[in-house]
């Protein structure tokens, strides 16, 4: 039985391949590549049909990170000009909300940037809850404010949180080389703390940072390991200003196979294509759906996204339709797993990005790679939606 064949049953059947198997994906030709997008899109759509859940980003705290993570343009020294601006009030976040609700947003996700809260912060966090949910007592709420304390991850779920993102973002044989102000035990025991408050984890990676495919493969295997319910996806937007400025070694088909790889290995789990979509994608988006099942509306946290009403056009035009706020986003099986973990008696269970970052923020140069050319003019810093003068793009 060949590759896909095998990768294909496995996932029917809720298996997840060798780490041989998933290498093999990353190393699949261009010739070859709708063959793996078919057989990714049998597993997803054994699992999650053609629902599309949707989720929207809030910036509750922008920019002047003390933590120097490479890829983020919150980061300490960054010289990326992006909005800065403190503690948003309750009412000012939730009127963000509740554009992206308005858009067909199941879950909104509630970002801080700086290496984790204080008790205060958590404080302000609740307070901004309370105000999103007096809109919409049904709405997600998945909370990203970096590195947990004691007894924090209680207070959220106590709270009404629902998830609590923390990513990954690169194996930890290389996780040295793009942070220095943390440790990836670090983000390791975060998201163990958060699963074992009883939250969902959502935990995922950032490809295109110069990473090899068994760098990928680490992580997105670490992932699967640690029992997160949901995986972003995020594919490195090269801020100028930071030190990945350069890096640009992803293509569309790149991104494609390790969408398909991420799905092979979480066959029934949320996989999210969170930033960098649009910038390396661009017109081979609607491919992406075909493998993952959920993806951010509108803008990202410090970037410009495709706007609201495209993603729907294109949802729609692919023959997908947004997943509803009764419909539960996992399978059965699933879902009483994570309810069984999430109790609240402490299971050793990634927005998306920097020390609080939930948002965006690769393999090596390879036939993929697009590293010659010139894409800098393509970020596109966010200037309007929370914290400025201007409508969100939602």
């Known amino acids: 039985m060949d590759l896909l064949s095998t990768l294909t049953d496995k996932g029917l059947r809720g298996e997840v391949p060798t780490r041989e198997e998933a290498l093999a994906v990353l190393a699949t030709t261009d010739d070859e590549l709708l063959d793996v997008v078919a057989a990714a899109g049998k597993v997803r759509r054994r699992w999650f049909g053609r629902r599309v859940k949707l989720n929207y980003l809030v910036n509750l705290k922008s920019g002047l990170c003390p933590e120097d993570c490479s890829y983020c343009s919150q980061r300490l020294g960054s010289k990326a000009e992006i909005l800065k601006y403190t503690w948003l009030k309750p009412d000012q976040a939730a009127e963000a909300a509740k554009a992206g609700v308005a858009g067909g947003a199941k879950r909104v996700c509630l970002v801080a940037s700086g290496r984790g809260p204080t008790d205060r912060d958590i404080d302000r966090v609740t307070d901004t809850m309370a105000a999103i949910r007096e809109a919409d007592p049904a709405v997600e709420l998945c909370v990203c404010l970096g590195l947990l304390s004691d007894n924090q991850a209680e207070r959220l779920k106590a709270a009404g949180a629902d998830a609590y993102n923390h990513n990954l973002n690169t194996s930890e044989a290389t996780y040295g080389d793009i942070t220095t102000t943390h440790t990836y035990a670090d983000r390791v025991d975060t998201v163990q703390k958060a699963h ?59 991104c494609l196979r390790i969408l398909a790889m991420v799905r092979f290995v979480n066959p029934d789990t949320e996989v999210r294509i969170a930033g960098g979509r649009e910038l390396h994608l661009r017109t081979m988006q609607p491919l992406g759906l075909h493998i993952a099942n959920s993806i951010f509306l509108g803008d990202y946290l410090t970037s410009e996204g495709q706007a609201g009403h495209a993603d729907l056009d294109m949802i729609r035009d692919a ?50 790679d697009a590293s010659s050319e010139s894409h800098s003019d393509q970020v596109k810093v966010r200037r309007r939606g929370a914290g400025t003068e201007l409508a969100p793009n939602a």
């Open 319 to 368: 023959g997908f339709e947004v997943e509803g706020a009764g419909e539960a986003t996992l399978p059965r099986h699933r879902s009483d797993v994570a309810a069984a973990s999430t109790s609240g008696c402490g299971s050793a269970a990634s927005a998306c990005g920097s020390g609080g970052g939930c948002g965006p923020c690769g393999g090596h140069a390879s036939p993929d």
């Open 196 to 254: 074992g408050a009883g939250l969902s984890a959502c935990s995922g990676l950032i490809a295109g940072m110069g990473e090899s495919d068994e760098d990928l493969v680490d992580v997105v295997f670490a992932l699967r390991e640690l029992g997160s319910d949901s995986v972003p996806v995020n594919f490195l937007i090269p801020f100028e200003g930071t030190p990945l400025a350069q890096e640009w070694h992803l293509s569309p088909q790149r």
